[in-house]
């Protein structure tokens, strides 16, 4: 069974720091592109950043300059720092994965998700 498992969420005050990880495990045999996403209540699931598996990276506009996302080829993870956090980065966090797992099977995946809040 292929599946994405989150890490590093928690409580945060204002201008905190967070480290989300996420290791896709399972029959892999390659993965491709890889990304964050978040959803706030009652709002819609909005792309925080991605990254390629050559490394190629993009933000939000949000998060430019505070976030940095990077990944580990090897251990199929994907991780994400968050500093000078705000209120506004509270959310439900889901980490992506575009992988390959069989001959003709590549698809995107899904993790569960990991709780940010961010308040005093």
């Known amino acids: 069974q292929v599946q994405l498992v989150e890490s590093g969420g928690g409580l945060v005050q204002p201008g905190g720091s967070l480290r989300l990880s996420c290791a896709a495990s399972?029959?892999?045999?390659?993965?491709?592109?890889m990304g964050w996403y978040r959803q706030a209540p009652g709002k819609q699931r909005d792309l925080v950043a991605s990254?390629?598996?050559?490394?190629?990276?993009n933000y939000a506009d949000s998060v430019k300059g505070r976030f940095t996302i990077s990944r580990d080829n090897a251990k199929n993870t994907v991780y994400l720092q968050m500093n000078s956090l705000k209120p506004e980065d509270t959310a439900v966090y889901y980490c992506?994965?575009?992988?390959?797992?069989?001959?003709?099977?590549?698809?995107?995946?899904w993790g569960q998700g990991t709780q940010v809040t961010v308040s005093s």
């Open positions: 992506n994965a575009d992988l390959v797992t069989g001959p003709t099977t590549r698809r995107g995946y």
């Open positions: 990254i390629t598996r050559g490394g190629t990276t």
């Open positions: 399972g029959r892999i045999f390659m993965t491709g592109a």
